[in-house]
């Protein structure tokens, strides 16, 4: 019983982590290629959950919605980048936090006014709706092992991105040395557009698959945003690889923390205090665990930048 | 507080820009403040106790963002968690209340403390703890600089913001009401004019101590960490502890105003510990002009009018803030009080 | 190690393979000027790093007036004597050079954390500011900003922070960059004035100035010392000449 609860915690863990990995990415490419903090990457993110659900609801396929869902968020990022994010570049932190805070207003309420308070019903597709045992007896939810699977491709796929394509270099030269890829020719304020739309939409599909899981509304990107933001900051801001980690490590913890933590505590106190107290003490865990691993390592693990 | 003029007798140190007549600043510096003196006393007289609360909320609400000032706009330093201190001066408001009102003992070990409904306990507890746990926060966020301090300081806040959430003893996330205002001796609180008066000094205090501070030599050196840390280093003076007190102090401030916010709402919730309060903190900041000492006010009445006015009007009034917000970011750097009163020379 | 001022103890420094700084030993002794030399990507930076205190050294040890500061703050060496300006001028711009001086007499005095008494005419703050300016000839500009002086002017006032210190030893990071042949002239003037009162380590490209004004020249070559005497010495020496002035005809 306690093996199966356990393996199924994790997964759970897993599915958490690659979304929030889907998340930080784009997150971390925008900081370390443009220099730039977005706090506006949630918007992306239920505007993503938004276009699938309005999309999936018309034409009835959850992939066709997922596909537009995705297009939506990266036509979305780029809008934003060529007409507000691309000021911001050579601005302080402050200025960046400032006018995305705002994109945040105006996107939430600008959504609300669209769509009304309620939240929208996005459901996975049938063929997704059921069960798959794993070894152990596990029963585990197909959905979510899909999301786990999504995470992964989309893992191996960024990887690719970056190592093996043209894209992918000048990115790694953006990241290393801005002048350097101006002086080479690229066109930077084209790549910009480019990266910050491919990390859009990277947000909109997460926003979509967990749209499915959970509801479609207003502010559902905040919560993800600043988790995301643990994330990278425990990864190293600008570093792919401290995203992947930073995201698994937060999924599993978060979700073990939940479980585990309250039983913990119900080994020596009454039960009652104990649920309490388990789960303070879990909601605060990752951001303990930020502060330990920043006490220590202030760039975080996989630093890119100095 | 240096400026230019004085080239031609170079060997006198120049006259303070405050000891001059008064210039444009200090006029619409004087008719903020008489306009937030006098419209909530006219208002109690006509008996619309509404607007006099309203008074007193945007006082509550400049307090807070003079606190968060002085660490962004005097210090350089992003901090991007302020509700956690607003929110925990709020709490320890609710919660002395709390325990006052149902007469049991706040906690019992190691030593025995009951609860409490005198104000001026509980604000110097608000104040006290607020700077206890800035302590904390900021000796671990100031290791780090930029983007990282932004962060850090925001999950902290979110940190405390999910355990009062989920911690019952305090009403969770249904939050704890104050049933009844907290008393001060000889002043009855519980009247809206007595208790704007009572934020209006609280607010009065908190700009004349930022403006004391960024005169003296603590502030000469907190000046120097924001414009050039390393310089301050070289001349000698570490500039980690200098930022650490500043971050403290501020962070005291914004708690007091949180535990007259509480008070005045009769409520306290886990709301004014959100994110998204401490990014309403810095907005006023910047909306009303950053790094200066009439800023947040300008911004407390811009951000409480527009958020009464226009929240009026359509129920999507935020569309319209981030607008305005986006506006300034992008093309008046100096908010409200630079294009009121000119902007600031040299500091 | 006798009455050095400043010396340096078999100083290490590797960065993964690369050994920026290796076994590197140096003093500097009261009333010289000692210039630290060395062609580009040598490890002069690393070097000044590790002696004004940004970068800790792996193995060695950094003794200012007889006391070990190895590892002390940047902030703790300043207030133990060692001035220094940087490569690239390093002062708040918005600020007036008053401003900018009257922080190292606060450290100095060591009252940062006096919250109440206003600095703006603060005579134990303002009178000393005052004088080490005028020992570089810049009183005059005083409660000028920063960011309206010319570059030789900021680089002066950068020297005046340095010696409002009290400083034991001074270390200039290529005071003479970007200077005019006319600024050059006269802060070599001022350098060579200043020199009896505090032993300077000159770390500068300007071989000219170098070879004028140093008593004697330390060459660092690939993170090591290659060669350390005067002027006509390190002219001759055959070392020198092939790692370092083979492509600079002196």
Known sequence: MS?????????????????????????????????????????????????????????????????????????????????????????????????????????????????????LRLSPPSWLTGFVTLPGDTRYPTYRLMLIGVGVVIAIALYLLISRTRLGMRIRAGESDREMIGALGVNISKLYTVVFALGASLAGLAGALVGALQSVQVGMGEPVLILAFVVIVIGGIGSI?????????????????????????????????????????????????????????????????? | MINTTSRSAPEVAPTPRNERALDRKGVVQIALLAVLLILPVAAYVMGEFYYVNLASRITIIAMAAVGLNLAIGYGGMVSFGHAAYFGLGGYVAGIGAYHAFDATPFMTWPISLPGSDNLLVLWLAAALLCALLALVIGAISLRTTGVYFIMITLAFAQMIYYFANSWPTYGGEDGLPIYLRNSLPFVDSSDPLNYFLICFVGLLLAMALTSRLMKSRFGAALTMARLNDVRLATSGINPYPVRLVAFVISAAITGLAGALYADLNGFVSPTVLSWHFSGELMVIVILGGVGRLYGPLAGAILFVMMETFLGGITQYWQLFLGLVLLGVVLFAKHGVMGFLAGRERNE | MSDAVLSLTHLHKHFGALQATNDVSLALEPGEIHALIGPNGAGKSTLIGQIAGHIRPDQGSIELGGETVTNLSVAQRARLGLGRSFQVSSLAEPLSVMRNVMMSVQALQGHSFRFFKPVARDEALL????????????????????????????????????????????????????????????????????????????????????????????????????????????????????????????
């Open chain 3, 127 to 250: 009178a000393p500011a005052l004088e080490a300016l005028e020992h570089m000839q810049l009183g005059h500009r005083a409660w000028t900003p920063v960011s309206e002086l010319s570059h030789g002017e900021r680089r002066q006032v950068e020297v005046a922070c340095a010696l409002a210190l009290k400083p034991r030893a001074l270390l200039l990071d290529e005071p003479m960059a970007g200077l005019g042949p006319e600024g050059s002239a006269r802060l070599t003037e001022l350098l060579e004035a200043l020199k009896r009162d505090v032993p300077i380590l000159l770390i500068e490209h300007d071989m000219e100035a170098v070879f004028r004004l140093a008593d004697r020249i330390s060459v660092l070559v690939s993170g090591s010392i290659i060669a350390q005497g005067d002027s006509h010495a390190i002219r001759h020496d055959p070392l020198v000449r092939e790692a370092y002035l083979g492509d600079c005809d002196a």
């Open chain 1, 241 to 306: 690889k401290g995203a992947l980690f930073g995201a698994l490590l937060v999924g599993v913890v978060d979700t073990l923390g939940r479980v585990y933590l309250p039983i913990l505590f119900r080994a020596f106190m009454p039960p009652s205090e104990a649920a309490g107290v388990g789960a303070a003490l879990a909601a605060m865990l990752i951001y303990i665990l930020m502060a330990i691993i920043l006490a220590f390592k202030p760039k975080g693990l996989f630093s890119a930048h100095d």
């Open chain 1, 3 to 119: 093996v199966t609860l356990l393996i199924e915690q994790l997964l759970n863990g897993l599915q958490l982590g690659t979304m929030l990995f889907l998340m930080a990415s784009g997150l971390t490419l925008v900081f370390g290629v443009m220099g730039l903090i977005n706090l506006a990457h949630g918007s992306f993110y239920m505007v993503g959950a938004y276009a699938t659900a309005a999309v999936a609801a018309s034409t009835g396929s959850f992939l066709t919605g997922l596909a537009a869902g995705m297009a939506a968020a990266a036509v979305a990022g780029a809008l934003v980048e060529l007409i507000v994010i691309r000021r911001l570049y050579h601005r302080s932190h402050l200025d960046q936090v400032l006018a995305t805070f705002a994109l945040i207003l105006i996107f939430s309420e600008g959504t609300r006014w669209l769509f009304g308070s309620s939240p």
